[in-house]
């Protein structure tokens, strides 16, 4: 089989039997040069393969050049091309590293990832067995105001944390030297393109804005990675006691946490609390379902996971309350491991055939 990954950091991913070759990052597919330089790779594992796949895998997205070339490919072959969730597939190449093919609970925290239902998921707790995944909780979510482009602001996402806390008023007297703040204000109440997501990514951003430690990124993860740098030098700080809610359909909210950041004045401080809380969150989550369930073994994919604060400290209360955790280990928990994971997940599926 081949698979052709997913859009960030895309790698393509061969597979036969018992064995995968995995590309080297081709990077974003967001440009015309990576597309082709996409297209070289996909061509030059091919060369390599012994015989034509049987079978061609990719993401979800309907949009992505990953998605399109492999459909393209399936049509001249007159082969299937399988989709696989965004999510799925990071929690499949956990596992795989870890030769699990158990029952497992999987943490999928990352910045994207189209949902089976649509929506932009990336704060997802699932049951994945083998090639079978179901969504059995998530973040509550945020809107998005102007969509992908609160990806690249994380002022945007702080103006949604407002908005949600009522506060709207506030929006464009703390962002004044943003041009747009009026009108993302104006976007959040009257909820004009602003869809909503489940992305832990998009509530780092929010963290990171709301302390005022980036609001424009000029590099990948740059608010993130400002967020836990802030943390660090401030030290080890206690997680909020009611700094999280969960509700009856196993939804995690935040706001609790978020709320606390509005008025930090000691940013370290609140970048310290904001990743204490965090952690103590996700862990309390993956208990509730893990018990209700009886499953012992967590799995962790998705791009937050490169944050050593957070997926420290949950590697710790997790193995501490019993559980076996899985992270990766010779991959990467980002979507460079997407490929392989989707290989994985349709070698299952088509042995379940």
């Avoid at 072959?77 to 699990?100: D, R, T």
């Avoid at 189209?114 to 059995?136: F, I, N, S, T």
């Avoid at 969150?281 to 499953?295: F, G, K, N, Q, T």
Wanted: include cysteine.
């Amino acid at each position: 089989m081949l698979a052709l990954g997913a859009w960030f950091n895309n790698t393509v991913c061969a597979g036969d039997g018992d064995e995968a070759w995995l590309s080297r990052t081709v990077g974003d597919l967001d440009g015309v040069e990576a597309c082709r330089a996409h297209e070289r790779t996909v061509q030059a594992l091919l060369g390599a393969m012994a015989e034509r796949p049987a079978l061609v895998v990719h993401d979800r997205h309907p949009d992505f050049h990953s998605t399109r070339v492999a459909q393209g490919l399936a049509e001249e072959w007159g082969v299937p091309a399988w989709a696989v969730q965004h999510h799925h597939a990071h929690i499949a190449a956990v596992c795989a590293e870890h030769g699990n093919e158990g029952p497992v609970l999987g943490l999928a925290l990352d910045g994207v990832g189209l949902g089976d239902d649509g929506a932009a998921w990336g704060g997802e707790l699932l049951l994945v067995k083998g090639a079978q995944c179901q969504r059995v909780g998530h973040l509550t979510t945020l809107p998005l105001p102007g969509g992908d482009r609160a990806a690249r602001e994380p002022w945007r996402m702080a103006a949604a944390v407002l908005h949600r806390l009522g506060r709207s008023d506030e929006i464009a007297p703390r962002f004044a030297h943003q041009a747009a703040a009026a009108g993302v204000a104006h976007m959040l109440r009257n909820e004009v393109r602003c869809p909503p997501t489940s992305s832990l990514g998009r509530v780092f951003d929010a963290a990171a804005g709301l302390l005022g430690l980036c609001e424009v990124m000029s590099s990948d993860a740059e608010a993130p990675i400002r967020l836990e740098r802030a943390a660090r030098e401030w030290g080890v700080a206690a997680p909020m006691v009611e700094g999280w809610r969960i509700d009856a359909q196993a939804r995690l909210d935040l706001m609790p946490l978020l709320a606390s950041l509005v008025d930090e004045r000691d940013t370290g401080r609140g970048a310290a609390r904001f990743h204490a809380t965090l952690a103590a969150a996700l862990a309390d989550w993956v208990l509730r379902a893990a018990a209700e369930r009886d499953i012992g073994v967590v799995a962790a994919g998705g791009g937050c996971w490169f944050n050593r604060l957070l997926s420290v400290d949950v590697a710790r209360r997790m193995t501490q309350a019993g559980l076996r955790w899985l992270s990766a280990q010779r991959l990467l928990p980002g979507d460079t491991a997407i490929a392989y994971g989707q290989a994985v997940v349709a070698r299952q599926r088509w042995k379940g055939d």
